[in-house]
C-alpha cells in the first residue's frame, strides 16, 4: 500500500481522571487490523512515526497515545498517583479506537514501560483483543537497586510523592543509531526524571505482572534486544515462558529501542507476520 494514501491524525481525548491526553493515529482507507502503541517512560508517541507510517502502508492503523504526565498531555511531568491509572487512560484510548474500527483485529503493542503497561492490561483487564506485543519490557525494574535506597525512595513516596527523581538513564544505550541518540538528546519532551510516586509504582507493577505472567490468557509476542542493559532481555524470557501462548524472540546485537535499531524493519516484518497469524486464527 502506497504511503501516501495514510491518514494521519492528531488529537485529544478524555483519560480516566479527567485530563486532556494527546493522541496520533497512522490509518488507511482500509485497516486489515488495529495496534494501539504504548510508549515508554521519559518519552512520546511523537518518536514513533516510522513504526506508524511502516504498519500504516501495509493495511494496520496505528493509534499511539502520550500517556499522562508524558509529551503533550496532561499531567504531572512523569507522575503518576497509582499504576492502575494508567491502565484506566489507555482502556479509555482502547474504546476509542474500537468505536473508530469496530469488528477490526486489535492489538496491543508495548515498548519499556509501556510494555509493561501492555502486559499488565492483559493480565488485569483480560481484554477482548487478539493478542499484544512487547518490546524489551520492564518487567524486572529495582532488582539492582540496593534495599536501602528502595527504602528511602518508598518513604519518600509517602511524604514527598512528586519529589522528582534523576533515574540515570543514560541514552548512549537506547540504540545503537547515533542519529536516534541525538534525537532523543534534543527532544524537549523526553525526560530522565521521574517521581516517588512513579517510582515506586512501576517496580511494585513489574514484580506483580511478571509473577503472575501465567495468567495471561492472550497471545503474546514478547520481543527484547540481546545487548539492552536497560530492561532486562532475561525478564522478558521467563515472562515469555510462563505464558501459555507466548513467542519469544532476543534480537542478538540489538539495544533497548528495537524499533529504532538500523535493523528495525527485521524486528516490524516479525510483528507483523505474527499479528496476520494471530487475526486468522
Known amino acids: 500500500m502506497d504511503e501516501v494514501a495514510l491518514r494521519r491524525c492528531e488529537s485529544y481525548f478524555p483519560g480516566a481522571q479527567g485530563r486532556r491526553l494527546f493522541r496520533r493515529s497512522w490509518a488507511p482507507p482500509a485497516p486489515r487490523a488495529a495496534l494501539v502503541l504504548v510508549h515508554g517512560y521519559g518519552e512520546h508517541s511523537g518518536r514513533y512515526e516510522r513504526f506508524g507510517a511502516w504498519f500504516g502502508a501495509r493495511g494496520f492503523a496505528v493509534h499511539a497515545f502520550d500517556q499522562q504526565g508524558h509529551g503533550r498531555s496532561e499531567g504531572p511531568r512523569f507522575h503518576v498517583r497509582r499504576f492502575e491509572d494508567l491502565l484506566d487512560d489507555l482502556a479509555q484510548l482502547l474504546g476509542w479506537v474500537r468505536r473508530e474500527h469496530p469488528d477490526t483485529p486489535q492489538f496491543l503493542v508495548g515498548h519499556s514501560m509501556g510494555g509493561l503497561v501492555a502486559a499488565a492490561y492483559a493480565r488485569e483487564r483480560r481484554p477482548h483483543l487478539c493478542g499484544f506485543v512487547t518490546s524489551g519490557a520492564a518487567l524486572r525494574i529495582g532488582e539492582k537497586i540496593p534495599g536501602l535506597r528502595l527504602r528511602v525512595v518508598r518513604g519518600l513516596r509517602l511524604f514527598l510523592p512528586r519529589l522528582s527523581i534523576d533515574t540515570g538513564l ?112
Open 170 to 281: 543514560d541514552p548512549e544505550n537506547l540504540c545503537s543509531d547515533s542519529e536516534v541518540v541525538r534525537a532523543y538528546r534534543e527532544d524537549p519532551l523526553v525526560g530522565s526524571r521521574m517521581t516517588a510516586s512513579l517510582a515506586v509504582e512501576f517496580i511494585d507493577a513489574s514484580r506483580r505482572t511478571a509473577a503472575a505472567a501465567a495468567e495471561i490468557g492472550l497471545p503474546a509476542l514478547v520481543l527484547h534486544g540481546g545487548e539492552d542493559s536497560i530492561c532486562s532481555a532475561a525478564a522478558s524470557a521467563d515472562f515469555a515462558q510462563a505464558i501459555p501462548r507466548a513467542q519469544l524472540k532476543i534480537y542478538a546485537g540489538m539495544r533497548h529501542e528495537i524499533f529504532n535499531e538500523p535493523e528495525h524493519e527485521a524486528v516490524f516484518r516479525d510483528v507483523l507476520e505474527w499479528a496476520k497469524a494471530c487475526a486468522r486464527a
